[in-house]
């Protein structure tokens, strides 16, 4: 059963304009999340990550949002670039454990 | 230059013969990782390792072995591969945890017939 949910296979945006990308989870033990970003023929690499005492991670031009509550996460792109077309993976722990859960990833298209 | 190399990158067998995929790090990371990509479940995580001779279970072990043997390597090896581990695979490595930073290596594709 997929415990961290991307329910957008696909998102398609301006470049200039906000990229919204959302993770749902329903493990409410899980404590810490990163995004992943992958291009075509290589590993994924990271992005970002927040811890659930924080409600918003910022790094330059992306920013995490969490609602524990909702059990949901949003990763933010502000300009989206052409260059920032890849697939993203959100993925969840929790504290003391070492597995981590990936959601089924978001294809990203920022049209020049 | 720290990477995560992975060999072959592309393996092509049939159903029952024995195959290892290799993973080495160059980074004196403590903690190692497989992972396998498919389309619709993203990435699950096969196996993961603490530190050498420690080894456990991720969300998807089962047709899979590994070892740990020194910090570096980390192999994964499919005793009896089925068509059903057809797959993209990765192997990845952070400093201490599965909470930090992983560094993936470039994936193997593996086909089994």
């Known amino acids: 059963d997929q415990q961290v949910k991307q329910n957008s296979p696909s998102l398609s945006v301006q470049e200039g304009r906000i990229s919204i990308l959302n993770c749902d989870y329903t493990n409410s033990m899980f404590d810490y999340f990163l995004w992943y970003k992958k291009y075509p023929a290589e590993g994924p690499t990271f992005l970002i990550s927040?811890?659930?005492?924080?409600d918003k991670n910022e790094d330059g031009r992306f920013t995490v949002f969490l609602n524990k509550s909702a059990k949901h996460l949003s990763l933010h792109i502000v300009p989206s670039q052409p260059g920032d077309s890849a697939v993203y993976f959100c993925a969840a722990i929790t504290t003391g454990a070492n597995n981590l859960f990936f959601g089924t990833g978001t294809r990203l298209t920022v049209i020049p | 230059e720290a990477q995560v190399t992975q060999n072959p990158r592309y393996l092509i067998t049939v159903t029952g013969k024995k195959l290892t995929v290799t993973c080495s790090q160059n980074m004196n990371h403590e903690y190692m990782s497989w992972y396998r990509q498919d389309p619709g479940l993203g990435l699950r995580q096969i196996y993961y390792s603490m530190n050498v001779e420690v080894t456990d279970k991720g969300d998807v072990p089962e047709g899979y072995k590994v070892s740990r043997k020194e910090k570096r390597n980390f192999p994964l090896i499919l005793e009896s591969p089925s068509p059903n581990q057809t797959s993209l695979y990765f192997c990845a490595s952070s400093l201490y945890s599965g909470r930090e930073t992983q560094y993936f290596g470039p994936g193997t594709r593996l086909l089994v017939l």
């Open positions: 927040i811890s659930s005492i924080k």
